[in-house]
């Protein structure tokens, strides 16, 4: 949503605060101070080098099992058939069967 300038409050900088922020960073801006969003922006960006750190380990694994003999692609589709619910397996199970004999495969 843009904020236009007549929607800021009188006697607020463009910023959120009167003294244009020199009081260290805790400015009101729509409801949330910059401190609270500047914290919140830091935890993800702390957990998406921890999500990156943690994929790069997954591809070793991957590539410890290929030089070991085993099939990688394989080896991801069971870790993504072992993620599904009974039922949710079974279902996929039954319409790829369906599928297949109707293309004669």
Same mark, same amino acid.
């Given at each position: ?9 009188? %006697? ?7 003294? %244009? ?8 801006? %729509? ?11 830091? @935890?993800?960006? @702390? =957990? ?18 290929? %030089? ?7 080896? @991801?589709?069971?870790?993504?058939? @072992? ?5 949710? =397996? ?5 319409? =790829? ?9």
């Amino acid at each position: 949503m843009d904020v236009l300038e007549d929607d800021i409050p009188a %006697g607020s900088a463009k910023g959120g605060q009167a003294d %244009g922020g020199a009081s260290g960073g805790g400015q009101d801006i %729509g409801g949330i101070t910059a401190d609270q969003l500047r914290s919140y922006i830091e @935890r993800i960006e @702390r =957990l998406e080098e921890e999500k990156a750190n943690i994929a790069n380990d997954i591809k070793e694994v991957y590539a410890e099992a290929k %030089g070991n003999g085993f099939d990688a692609k394989i080896m @991801r589709k069971v870790v993504a058939l @072992r993620k599904k619910e009974p039922h949710e =397996l079974a279902e996929e199970e039954e319409i =790829l069967a369906l599928y297949r004999a109707a293309v004669g495969v």
